[in-house]
């Protein structure tokens, strides 16, 4: 990987002294899909928040190593975490609109950030939802209330809330986890999109979404790195016998 | 285990296409049995039983979609799965060689062969014995028996070529014979084409287990197609 946009170097993670994470290393490569995968608890949730900054207000932990944002370290006394986190999106696994219109929701950050004209507005809710996949469906109703919108639905909107303030990167952690199939299909296609303009890494809900989405591939297994590779090795011809014997399905 | 329902139908795909290639294997060394003995009746069935093995192929290969789409297999079990879909493929072209030696003998009018075939049921049983390897190979997942099988298919070029010699030596003699003699040496070409094809066989053995594509060298002399 020549230019890494984050570079996650010997970062090992303590929670109330047990180990999350030992000694990660690994590039994310820019305007690509990284998958982070493996089975509950092997550390790939903890990592993915790291890189918001999203525990460091999580008591009785200890984080060493470093992470770095096009070169710069995002822990470093002089790193300011709302920058960051305007760099760095983040959607969860549950849809959590905001109360308020489709509208309301997408200019909600825009807005607390200083956006004020309503055309800048208009422009920042059209691209959002367009990136998201999602203007098709809404544009003739962008006054109505989001938690009318169905689950898949609400699932984009929170994707266009985040772009909305224009990140660099996109963290996603298991983002379909509650929606049916074409739900699911429609924010893949949606994030396959969204790829040529920004920087993502994704926690899939299951193996084979890990195959569909991945340009690369990383799994974690009790708070290690076992392999990372390209995806469409990692799936069909993975080098650690653990890796194997997990995306067979023989455990997790 | 959580993919016990899936393992059972791995081995079920295996052992069907180990079945597939029984037939297969029966066929070329009958066809060329039946050619020595001019048997034209075994002729004609040989290449009705070439049918059952065409649909074989055909019911294995939608197995194989049914695995595909109901268990979504991944690494070593997509490789599997890859495998048996290459192998059924290749064991019906093979079966066609064997039709194709049994309609040979049928366009052969009923005369004696110019010479007492030895070297034709020779070709024939090597290549069964590859085939039947190349299959233990595979479901052993054996590379190195896989790495081995087709140097044996040295023996059967050498043989391709003296069956060609003699063959032509006999025209030179006397050219009345020509007909035949260019029969017999289409014969040989298919016996040595099907020994070439086991060799596809080996590699997709050794894929199976290590993922890597590798080509086996079938030197391969006698390739006119």
Redesign the interface.
């Known amino acids: 990987m020549t230019d890494p946009k984050i570079q996650i170097e010997n970062v090992s993670y303590e929670y109330e002294g047990a180990r999350a994470l030992r000694n990660i290393t690994l590039d994310i490569a820019p305007q690509r899909i990284t998958v982070f995968f493996g089975p509950a608890g092997g550390g790939k949730t903890t990592l993915l928040r790291l890189i918001n900054r999203l525990n460091d207000l999580a008591e009785g932990t200890k984080m060493t190593g470093r992470i770095r944002l096009d070169g710069q370290d995002i822990y470093a006394s002089s790193a300011d975490v709302t920058t960051l986190r305007r760099k760095v999106g983040m959607v969860f696994a549950l849809p959590l609109p905001l109360p308020g219109t489709i509208r309301e929701n997408v200019i909600y950050g825009p807005k607390l950030a200083g956006v004020r004209a309503a055309r800048q507005l208009d422009e920042i809710v059209e691209r959002s939802l367009r990136q998201a996949a999602l203007w098709d469906e809404v544009h003739e109703r962008l006054d109505a209330p989001a938690n009318a919108l169905s689950g898949g639905q609400q699932q984009r909107l929170c994707i266009a809330r985040s772009l909305a303030l224009e990140p660099q990167v996109l963290l996603l952690d298991e983002p379909t986890s509650g929606l049916d199939p074409l739900s699911t299909n429609k924010v893949e296609t949606a994030l396959q999109e969204m790829k040529k303009n920004y920087t993502i890494i994704i926690i899939p809900h299951s193996?084979?979404q890990a195959?569909r989405l991945a340009d690369y591939a990383a799994f974690f297994l009790q708070g290690e790195l076992i392999e990372y590779r390209a995806g469409r090795e990692i799936?069909?011809?993975?080098r650690d016998q653990r890796?194997?014997d997990y995306?067979?399905?023989?455990f997790g | 285990m959580p993919r016990d329902l899936f393992e059972r139908e791995l081995e079920q795909l295996q052992n069907e296409m180990l079945t597939m290639a029984h037939a297969v294997e029966n066929a070329l060394t009958d066809a060329v049995a039946m050619l020595a003995q001019r048997d034209m009746e075994g002729a004609r069935a040989l290449i009705a039983r070439d049918r059952a093995i065409n649909q074989q192929r055909f019911d294995l290969e939608a197995q194989c979609l049914v695995v595909v789409a109901t268990q979504q297999p991944m690494a070593s079990d997509l490789r599997i799965v890859a495998a048996i879909l290459f192998n059924v493929n290749e064991l019906e072209r093979i079966g066609d060689y064997a039709k194709g030696i049994a309609k040979i003998n049928l366009r052969i009018p009923p005369e004696p062969l110019l010479q007492p075939l030895a070297d034709l049921p020779r070709m024939a049983e090597i290549t069964r014995a590859m085939l039947h390897s190349a299959l233990d190979a595979f479901v052993r997942r054996d590379v190195a028996l896989a790495r081995a099988i087709p140097r044996q298919d040295d023996a059967v070029d050498a043989l391709f070529e003296k069956v060609n010699q003699d063959l032509l030596q006999l025209i030179i003699a006397d050219s009345r014979v020509t007909a035949q003699a260019n029969l017999l040496m289409w014969a040989a070409h298919n016996l040595e084409r099907a020994a070439d094809r086991v060799t596809n066989l080996c590699e997709r053995a050794i894929f199976t287990v290590t993922g890597e594509f590798v080509e086996m060298d079938a030197d391969e002399p006698g390739q006119t197609d």
Not at chain 1, 235 to 238: K, L, R
Not at chain 1, 247 to 250: I, L, Q, S
């Open positions: 193996v084979q195959a799936f069909t011809t993975p890796t194997e995306v067979t399905g023989r």
